[in-house]
């Protein structure tokens, strides 16, 4: 036997298979689905509202500057103006973004004045006349006589007068006298974008109306207010009088939306850190849409609860009677719950745990009340990091780090301890007293019922500190404290540090500053806790990647190249596997783009036309003259779809051969 190189095991024919565990039971993976679709969109109804608000505070500031500059104009209107009014807003970079503030500008514009506004793209105004066409009928479509039998449509006629073209301004000017309008406001969304011909064009022909139609005009810029007044004419530049409004951009958005949403104290379901990372890596990376973050938290939501049975224990006021007995099993399969059973054992608490595996009545009272405290300890840490974040933005520490990065850090586990919170509390130890009064004058907004600091006692004895001097305090541990000292022993020049002696109040201050560094290092030990450490962690923080995925980030150039070279694989039928049941062969029942796209990968850089055509022709067609046009046909339709897709494209060199491309997605 030592000399054979293998063996082979043959096991005795008499010898049966082990036995498996066959499943007695039936597990309903939909249990449970009418209640958790309902805790749903109870709890995505509140961070709707949150995200609501958040898009309509952003940019009130801006959006009442922009109101306050129209209702100025329009009471201006008597007067003779030799200048369209015009706001040129900047908008920031994110084009995405642009559609949803001029929709928000449009309703503080409509609510808050007496003026109609319209939005125009550069996709809908190729030229003037149909730029005209637009302006008409959005304008004109604004009557509020309900017995007007086509609203969308002006009136191609006068009464009194000659025909009116559908791109004369006299429509606008007949619907101005009915609605007695005080300006009409024309917003163009990406002003960038038009042609510059076209830009002067319009900005002379509203000019020469300016003595009877009110215009108001708003550039959305995606650059900057001076390379926009670059590409415009002199005197075009001398028809527009107007101001610039800086709009707050995306990434400053998305931040407020993130600590209204994902960081809020209030939050009953939390997104885990990695998936957190993941959308704000998107935003920054690829899209800086609001949208979007919306649609990546949303979606979060429902894969949480559309997935996940025990998700049913988030609805609010939930009773035993109202569960089934597939939501308790699914609790038990949790990782949470096996850990925290393993530690009842540990600590000799064997009964309670049979009692929990046993009893669904004993299970649903410790899931009630872990529910109930795992959302608590998640609220601390959210307020935690609210207040870090504070503390290093009333201290105006350097690097800035925003708060969605310190929540996610605190989310994973890996803030408590970190020299982000070191550098935060050696900077508080050194403080002087006229830092510390707007340290806590900026702590005091984030004060609330997850905070257990006392500030008022702080603030009084900071007070009373202050009254008898007029110089700031400073701790021991300041270094303007330190002093040098040099002293030459043997012929060597030593040097030692030295704490220079304290007054009164500066020893009264230190203990102060020290007393206050302690109980803020305690309250960030006690708050910044690992929450996948918690039981039923599943339940209160969605932290799963692979959905969110493959739904914001696919790869169709995988799936479009794999569907053509395997067409079997997606089509699922007989007659795509190829030839005797080789998937890898080619043969004539396969769709014609496949087998074109399957002779590309097995050809060189440059292919001839008429070689492909000829190979195509042996394997699709069918050997009779009389259907060689249908098998044209086919080849063509292929080509031009793999065109389509940025597969191949024509040689410059060689008209009659195509060549690959690198592709670059859908």
Request: charged letters at 25%.
């Amino acid at each position: 036997m030592e000399h054979q190189r293998c063996y082979i095991y043959e096991p005795p024919e008499t010898e049966e298979r082990a036995p498996k565990r066959q499943r007695t039971g039936k597990f309903n993976p939909q249990a449970q689905l009418s209640e958790r679709l309902q805790t749903y969109r109870d709890i995505w109804a509140q961070q709707e509202e949150r995200i609501q608000d958040t898009l309509e505070g952003a940019d009130s500031a801006t959006q009442d500057k922009i109101v306050n500059f129209i209702s100025a104009s329009a009471s201006s209107s008597g007067e003779t103006q030799f200048a369209i009014p015009t706001a040129l807003i900047v908008a920031g970079p994110s084009i995405a973004s642009h559609g949803p503030f001029f929709e928000r500008l449009g309703r503080s514009i409509t609510d808050d004045t007496n003026s109609v506004y319209v939005v125009l793209t550069s996709g809908e105004c190729p030229n003037l006349k149909t730029l005209l066409k637009n302006l008409i009928k959005k304008v004109t479509s604004r009557v509020e006589d309900e017995d007007e039998d086509d609203v969308d449509r002006p009136s191609v006629s006068s009464r009194y007068g000659p025909k009116l073209l559908n791109y004369d301004l006299g429509h606008v000017q007949e619907w101005q006298k009915k609605t007695c309008a005080a300006s009409i406001v024309v917003a163009l969304q990406d002003s960038e974008a038009f042609d510059l011909g076209l830009l002067v064009d319009m900005v002379d022909l509203f000019h020469s109306w300016l003595d009877r139609l009110p215009f108001v005009l708003l550039f959305g810029i995606a650059t900057s207010a001076e390379s926009f007044e670059e590409r415009l004419a002199g005197n075009s530049l001398r028809y527009l009088e107007g101001e610039k409004f800086d709009v707050t951009q995306s990434d400053e958005i998305i931040e407020k939306l993130f600590t209204a949403t994902v960081a809020n104290t209030d939050a009953r379901l939390r997104i885990g850190p990695n998936l957190c990372h993941r959308m704000l890596d998107r935003q920054k990376d690829h899209v800086q849409n609001t949208q979007d973050f919306c649609d990546g938290l949303k979606y979060a939501y429902m894969s949480h609860f559309y997935a996940s049975v025990p998700s049913v224990f988030l609805k609010d006021g939930i009773a035993f009677e109202d569960l089934a007995a597939d939501a308790f099993e699914a609790v038990r399969n949790l990782p949470s719950f096996r850990r925290w059973v393993e530690e009842k054992l540990e600590d000799g608490q064997a009964q309670d745990v049979r009692q929990l595996l046993d009893s669904n009545e004993s299970l649903f009272d410790q899931i009630t009340q872990h529910i109930k405290s795992g959302q608590q300890a998640l609220s601390n840490l959210s307020h935690s990091t609210h207040v870090l974040a504070g503390i290093r933005e009333a201290l105006r520490m350097s690097p800035s780090v925003r708060l969605s990065s310190i929540w996610t850090r605190a989310a994973s586990g890996e803030l408590n301890g970190s020299p982000l919170v070191r550098e935060t509390m050696l900077s508080i130890k050194k403080i002087p007293s006229d830092k510390l009064v707007q340290l806590l004058a900026a702590m005091n907004e984030l004060e609330s019922d997850y905070f257990s600091i006392d500030l008022v006692s702080s603030q009084q004895r900071l007070d009373s500190l202050l009254k008898d001097t007029d110089a700031p305090l400073r701790t021991q541990h300041d270094v303007r404290n330190d002093s040098l000292r040099t002293t030459v022993v043997a012929q060597k020049v030593l040097l030692s540090k030295h704490k220079a002696a304290l007054s009164e109040q500066d020893k009264a201050y230190s203990d102060l500053v020290t007393r206050f560094h302690d109980e803020l290092d305690a309250y960030f030990t006690s708050s910044l806790i690992d929450p996948r450490t918690l039981f039923l962690s599943e339940i209160l923080m969605y932290d799963l990647k692979s959905p969110h995925t493959e739904v914001f980030q696919p790869k169709p150039r995988f799936a479009v190249e794999r569907a053509l070279a395997s067409p079997h694989d997606y089509l699922g039928c007989d007659c795509c596997t190829g030839v005797d049941g080789n998937p890898a062969a080619l043969s004539a029942t396969q769709p014609a783009t496949a087998i074109v796209y399957q002779m590309y990968l097995e050809s060189g850089t440059l292919i001839n036309v008429s070689d492909l055509w000829s190979a195509f022709n042996a394997i699709a067609g069918d050997g009779v003259e009389e259907n060689e046009p249908k098998t044209m046909a086919l080849f063509q339709r292929a080509l031009a779809e793999l065109k389509y897709l940025g597969l191949v494209k024509p040689s410059r060199k060689k008209p009659d051969h195509i060549s690959k491309i690198m592709w670059k997605g859908l």
